[in-house]
Structures are given as structure tokens and as C-alpha cells.
């Protein structure tokens, strides 16, 4: 069966359309969804299954993943990572916004994520649609960029397009318009000297 296509307003989102990628999501499905940079894919944090199936589909093995979180606030990501005073203060400044932060993982990080892993990406993007749908689930989702099967464009932008793509291989795909042709910047946070991992779509000096 192919995958769901449900169009969301970008700015105000639809509360029973939310209401119905919560549902999605709570059955362990796959969800593709707009970001403030690339289109994402992902789902419940607590679902072995969910994640597993997102490692297949990004031809993985899971051991080998590199997922991240996105959370709807600051207030979540001391519950999943060890934050420095420093990186809380930076993370304040620019997020929301187009920036993953890799944090060392605490012991609360679900086993459901690559369990060899020390540290963790955090996102918050600047999304309404995403950010609501986190907000109402009421814990951070897995998130990994979805890429294009175009030589010519690493990162699909066209909704249309991605549903083509992927409506075989995830359960709901959300038209939030036209996606971002850069992914975040990624910053290690482990210490107090942020060094830039990959240079995206935020500024970093």
C-alpha cells in the first residue's frame, strides 16, 4: 500500500492533520516531513521497529546510523544529552533554527537508537509543522535527511517528487511546500570548543 499524502499549512498547521501524523506515528510508522532546510524522515524515538525500518530505507545498518533527534525546545534535550553551560547559552541564541548540536548521549536516550552511540545530534528547527508535531507527541522523534535519486540534486525539494519516490517505503509524507537545497550546519558540542562537523545552511564563525 502506498504511503499517505497530506498536504499542512507551513505557518498554521492544521490541528486534525497533526492529529493524524500523531497517529501515524504512534502505530510505528514512517513519517517524511518538512524542516527549516531539507525534507527529514522519522519517527517515535521509543519504537525499535520504526528506527530499524528508517535504517533500511536509508541502507544502513543500524549500528552504523547516525540519527538525530528533533525537539520541540530546550527544555528536552537535558532528558537525552549532558549540555555544558556553554552550549546551552549558544543553543539558546540560534535555535531555533538551521543548526544540529552533537551532544554526548546521557543514559535516558532510548536503546531503540544505535545503541553503541556516545553522543546525539539535536535539532530544533525552525518549523511549525515539525515543532507541533513534536509538541504534541510529547517527546523528541528521530530525524535523518532524506536524499534525492537525482544525480543532479542531492536533496529532493518537491513534495510531489518525494512522495514518488518514497511512497513504498514510509507510511505518510507531508506536503509542507517547497523544501531547503541545504542541510543544517552541524556543530560537536561535546566541549567547550565547537568545532563544525558540516558546514550548512547556518552561519557559523
Not at 507541533?132 to 535523518?144: K, N, Y
Request: glycine share 8%; with cysteine; charged share 25%.
Amino acid at each position: 500500500m502506498p504511503a499517505e499524502f497530506l498536504s499542512i499549512h507551513p505557518i498554521n498547521p492544521e490541528p486534525r492533520k497533526i492529529a493524524r501524523v500523531l497517529e501515524v506515528l504512534r502505530q510505528g510508522g514512517i513519517v517524511i516531513y518538512p524542516t527549516d532546510t531539507v525534507y527529514g524522515m522519522g519517527g517515535d524515538i521509543h519504537n525499535a521497529r520504526t528506527i530499524e525500518r528508517i535504517a533500511q530505507v536509508k541502507g544502513i545498518k543500524l549500528e552504523k546510523s547516525d540519527f538525530s533527534i528533533i525537539c520541540n525546545d530546550l527544555s528536552h534535550i537535558s532528558d537525552y544529552a549532558k549540555v555544558s553551560d556553554v552550549a546551552f547559552k549558544t543553543m539558546k541564541k540560534v535555535l531555533p533554527g538551521p543548526y544540529t548540536f552533537v551532544l554526548t548521549a546521557n543514559t535516558q536516550l532510548p536503546r531503540t537508537l544505535n545503541p553503541r552511540k556516545k553522543t546525539i545530534g539535536i535539532r530544533i528547527p525552525d518549523h511549525a509543522i515539525t515543532r507541533e508535531i513534536v509538541s504534541q507527541l510529547g517527546h523528541p522523534i528521530v530525524t535523518t535527511s532524506i536524499k534525492s535519486d537525482d544525480d543532479f540534486m542531492e536533496y529532493p525539494t518537491d513534495p510531489e517528487e518525494i512522495f514518488h519516490q518514497f511512497q513504498h517505503k514510509v507510511d505518510l509524507v507531508i506536503d509542507g511546500g517547497p523544501g531547503g537545497l541545504i542541510p543544517s550546519t552541524i556543530l560537536d558540542a561535546t566541549d567547550t570548543d565547537f568545532e563544525v562537523i558540516r558546514q550548512g545552511l547556518g552561519e557559523w564563525e
